[in-house]
């Protein structure tokens, strides 16, 4: 299996700033993936980050609130801007293996006040 | 109606038993289905891709029923290790795109 890290592993912020969490592969890959973990439910796919094009956005989640980078093959980041306590999640980004299975990061946790 | 729905429990065992999830689909083109287990805090883990056939991995067992849009895990023997939640994952549109139920609280007890 690859070997994905994510920085901040987690993080207090005030409502209203920003933040950036990084995702790092041990190996190229085609695809990120970028989820969210809301507390006490399961995962929501946010965005599908694209080498070398504009992330592919899911129902309900806009560029504008999560932009989301991918210079090359190895690495993707997620920012969620002009945080609010609703955005209080485990913020999780995986990778393809085998046959439509996803491996999974080890998540940030975020937590907005 | 949810696009993967599961029981969410606890379901509060004791060591040794046997235990059984459910787990529905509503897309009825959906085309992979898996199991995956997470820990508390702790990032979702493949447990087991589920097959036409039914399959089996020791002591997990998986079966898949396409007519009635139904995906079941059994669990026999029962371990402390085995307390978890159990996440229902179905690939909805083709390609990478995954689908997670709300997931089913294991605690096995001594």
């Known amino acids: 299996s690859a070997v994905i890290s994510q920085k901040p592993s987690r993080d207090i912020c005030q409502r209203g700033t920003s933040l950036t969490i990084q995702c790092q592969v041990d190996s190229q890959v085609t695809m990120m993936f970028w989820y969210r973990q809301q507390p006490g439910q399961s995962l929501t796919l946010i965005a599908t980050a694209n080498q070398g094009s504009e992330a592919t956005y899911e129902s309900g989640f806009v560029i504008d609130k999560f932009p989301i980078s991918r210079p090359n093959l190895t690495f993707s980041t997620l920012t969620v801007s002009n945080m609010s306590p609703e955005d209080s999640s485990i913020y999780l980004c995986?990778?393809?293996?085998?046959?439509?299975?996803?491996?999974f990061g080890p998540g940030t946790r975020l937590t907005v006040l | 109606r949810k696009e993967v729905e599961q029981d969410p429990g606890p379901f509060n065992v004791p060591e040794g038993a046997t235990v059984a999830f459910n787990c529905t689909y509503s897309n009825s083109a959906s085309q992979s289905f898996f199991w995956y287990r997470q820990d508390c805090r702790k990032e979702p883990k493949l447990l087991m891709s589920v097959y036409s056939s039914g399959n089996e991995d020791g002591r997990f067992t998986a079966q898949l029923n396409r007519a009635s849009q139904y995906i079941s895990l059994l669990i026999r023997d029962s371990k402390l290790s085995d307390s978890a939640t159990y996440l229902c994952?179905?690939?909805?549109?083709?390609?990478?795109?995954?689908?997670f139920g709300t997931g089913t609280q294991l605690k096995v007890e001594l």
């Open positions: 994952v179905v690939n909805t549109g083709g390609g990478n795109k995954l689908t």
């Open positions: 995986s990778v393809p293996q085998g046959y439509n299975e996803q491996f």
